[in-house]
Nanobody
Framework: VQLQASGGGLVQAGGSLRLSCAAS????????MGWFRQAPGKEREFVAI????????YYADSVKGRFTISTDNAENTVYLQMNSLKPEDTAVYYC?????????????????????WGQGTLVTVSS
């Protein structure tokens, strides 16, 4: 079971990037999948998740209206479309996944909720 994140890079403030996370090793068709991020010197923080069974999405207030999470179930891939990027969005972005039978909606913003983590992809937003 592996999560492979990609799509990070350097972008100017106001620009856009799309992150991808491909899941391999087993069927993730019902998994909760999403993204966390960690800026230098800061704790890891919740960004967004999608419950693939049902399609419910949840966003951090800091990205609501600018970021969109989506999935391609046929390819076991989750995307994070990031628009109107700000310098404070600069961070390493991590893909996460959790099986629905273990997922606790009451703690969806906590990193400890998620069983699987990808390797991270760096997003740098210049001012």
């Amino acid at each position: 079971v592996q999560l492979q994140a990609s799509g990070g890079g350097l972008v100017q403030a106001g620009g856009s990037l799309r992150l991808s996370c491909a899941a391999s090793g087993r069927s993730f068709s019902t998994y909760v999948m999403g993204w966390f991020r960690q800026a230098p010197g800061k704790e890891r923080e919740f960004v967004a998740i999608i419950r693939r069974s049902g399609g419910s999405t949840y966003y951090a207030d800091s990205v609501k209206g600018r970021f969109t999470i989506s999935t391609d179930n046929a390819e076991n891939t989750v995307y994070l479309q990031m628009n109107s990027l700000k310098p404070e969005d600069t961070a390493v972005y991590y893909c996460v996944a959790d099986p629905p039978w273990e997922f606790n909606i009451g703690s969806y913003t906590s990193p400890t909720t998620y069983d699987k983590w990808g390797q991270g992809t760096l997003v740098t937003v210049s001012s």
